[in-house]
Nanobody, 124 residues
Framework: QVHLVESGGGLVQAGGSLRLSCAAS????????MKWFRQAPGKEREFVAA???????YYTHSTLGRFDISRDNAKNMVFLEMNNLKPEDTAVYYC??????????????????WGQGTQVTVST
């Protein structure tokens, strides 16, 4: 059982940056695809970024070039560096882990473990 805990959310002005962290315990993340999703009020949870267990990087169109996912397997942690934040990035951000197929890397369906989420609010 892998336990994920996010941190680093907060309030930031548009154009600013935040770095989210996800600390894993109860298991090593090296064998998992590590993902970030987000959910805004009244909207469905959506994919943000992923780093596959084989080292591939995946982003959604709206975050490509602005967000950067990374992991430190030795520390069992995953990070999401978010730059040039926009008000539409406001959401609860969730860390997730799974060992599903690469073709479903952007899907929430295969996710085995979720964090509790951290709020990111971007003001105008």
């Amino acid at each position: 059982q892998v336990h994920l805990v996010e941190s680093g959310g907060g309030l930031v002005q548009a154009g600013g940056s935040l770095r989210l962290s996800c600390a894993a315990s109860g298991g090593d993340i090296v064998a998992y695809h590590m993902k970030w999703f987000r959910q805004a009020p009244g909207k469905e949870r959506e994919f943000v970024a992923a780093h596959s267990s084989s080292g591939g990087y995946y982003y959604t169109h709206s975050t490509l070039g602005r967000f950067d996912i990374s992991r430190d397997n030795a520390k069992n942690m995953v990070f999401l560096e978010m730059n040039n934040l926009k008000p539409e990035d406001t959401a609860v951000y969730y860390c997730a882990a799974d060992a599903g197929p690469i073709r479903r890397i952007r899907d929430a369906g295969p996710v085995e473990y979720w964090g509790q989420g951290t709020q990111v609010t971007v003001s105008t």
